[in-house]
């Protein structure tokens, strides 16, 4: 697989979940042009649906999306392929998320079927060791399908001794938790923060000011700006609509550009990037961009460059990001890749 350019890996949905794909695929990208050219299947891993890596250590992670969850993790050589370092049991099912602190100490996973948090202590080389934490979110939303119990969606750790976010769909709530470092458990810090009930919080984006944080509403297409105050809390500063389309809006990912300039979030239903302006006190719309799918589930920003994965439409398109405006325009051909879920530079 030896050439020019960088390596991304693309997590998917394997048979086991009802997708399509073989495992985590390699891309080869070419920073100038932005193209993608895929390498192949280099772990076949069962529904690897979300993946990180180490800050300092050449380790690539990723949960294994099961009725009995798994992380899994690899060491990543020089031309993307992964060799096993092993897998851990999540303690509960459907793991969807999970990150690596930023010291590199341990790995948090996020258990969408049983609305619970795992943690995972990591060793020099960044290998997991037994699971020390396993915490269990109580609680429902007025959703009776969606919300009938606790749906922990993302785990999102802060910088130096900010909190831990843990995002739940289920109970409408940002948990927050502090690490100890010397047993590998979680502390929550009280009290958790209550969305709008039926918001259906999914994934939250801080911004580079360390101040302001972006959260997304699956089930109300809702984005709520919040102020990160100095004790950890969030204070809502308002909401805005994730779309101006008409149709089912579900968003995903969100995410704010290196400058801070941008936010944007992808809508599932009716395959749209969102594009808002941060200058003011709530996030603005600028533009609404068709990604050619009807299902973008995930996006990654990569200089100029922005990634996203329709999960439903087998494939990962490319854009280019204009730097004054914000605005991704779509370049080239969509990448064929069978039920991507998550795109990682």
């Known amino acids: 697989m030896s050439g020019q350019g960088e390596v991304v890996?693309?997590?998917?949905?394997?048979?086991?979940?009802?997708?399509?794909?073989?495992?985590?695929?390699?891309?080869?990208?070419?920073p100038t042009t932005g193209a993608l050219t895929p390498l192949g299947t280099?772990?076949?891993?069962?529904?690897?649906?979300?993946?990180?890596?180490?800050?300092?250590?050449?380790?690539?992670?990723?949960?294994?999306?099961?009725?009995?969850?798994e992380i899994s993790a690899w060491r990543v050589g020089p031309d993307g392929e992964l060799d096993p370092l092993g897998s851990r049991s999540t303690g509960g099912a459907e793991p969807c998320h999970l990150a690596v602190l930023p010291d590199g100490g341990h790995l948090v996973a996020a258990n969408y079927g049983s609305g619970s948090v795992a943690v995972f202590p990591l060793d020099p080389q960044g290998v997991p060791g037994e699971r020390t934490d396993l915490v269990v979110h109580e609680g429902h939303g007025p959703d009776p399908q969606r919300q009938d119990h606790a749906h922990a969606h993302m785990v999102n750790p802060g910088a130096g001794s900010g909190p831990l976010f843990a995002v739940d769909l289920g109970t409408d709530s940002v948990?927050?938790?502090?690490?100890?470092?010397a047993t590998g458990r979680l502390v929550p810090r009280a009290p958790r923060i209550r969305t709008t009930p039926g918001t259906g919080p999914r994934h939250l984006a801080r911004h580079p000011d360390g101040r302001r944080c972006y959260l997304v509403g699956e089930l109300d297409a809702s984005v709520t700006a919040y102020e990160l105050t100095d004790d950890g809390a969030l204070h809502q500063r308002g909401r805005v609509e994730a779309s101006e389309r008409t149709g089912h809006v579900q968003p995903s990912e969100v995410a704010v550009g290196?400058?801070?300039r941008f936010l944007y979030v992808a809508n599932r239903?009716?395959?749209?990037?969102?594009?808002?302006?941060?200058?003011?006190?709530?996030?603005?719309?600028?533009?609404?961009?068709?990604?050619?799918?009807?299902?973008?589930?995930?996006?990654?920003?990569?200089?100029e460059h922005i990634y996203v994965a329709d999960e439903r439409a087998d494939m990962v398109r490319v854009f280019r990001r204009d730097a004054d405006t914000?605005?991704?325009?779509?370049?080239?051909?969509?990448?064929?890749?069978?039920?991507?879920?998550?795109?990682?530079?």
Do not use: K, M
């Not at 890996?9 to 070419?30: C, E, F």
């Not at 948990?175 to 470092?181: G, I, P, S, T």
């Not at 914000?326 to 530079?345: D, K, N, Q, R």
């Open 9 to 30: 890996h693309i997590g998917g949905y394997t048979a086991q979940s009802g997708g399509r794909g073989s495992g985590i695929i390699a891309a080869r990208r070419d």
């Open 175 to 181: 948990y927050r938790y502090d690490l100890d470092d």
């Open 326 to 345: 914000g605005v991704p325009e779509a370049i080239g051909e969509p990448v064929p890749v069978p039920s991507p879920t998550c795109v990682l530079p």
């Open 269 to 303: 239903g009716v395959g749209t990037l969102a594009v808002f302006t941060l200058v003011g006190e709530l996030p603005q719309l600028v533009a609404e961009v068709d990604t050619g799918g009807e299902w973008p589930r995930h996006f990654a920003l990569v200089g």
């Open 258 to 260: 290196p400058d801070g």
């Open 42 to 69: 280099v772990a076949a891993t069962p529904s690897p649906s979300f993946l990180a890596r180490h800050p300092t250590r050449p380790v690539l992670y990723a949960v294994n999306e099961l009725t009995d969850g």
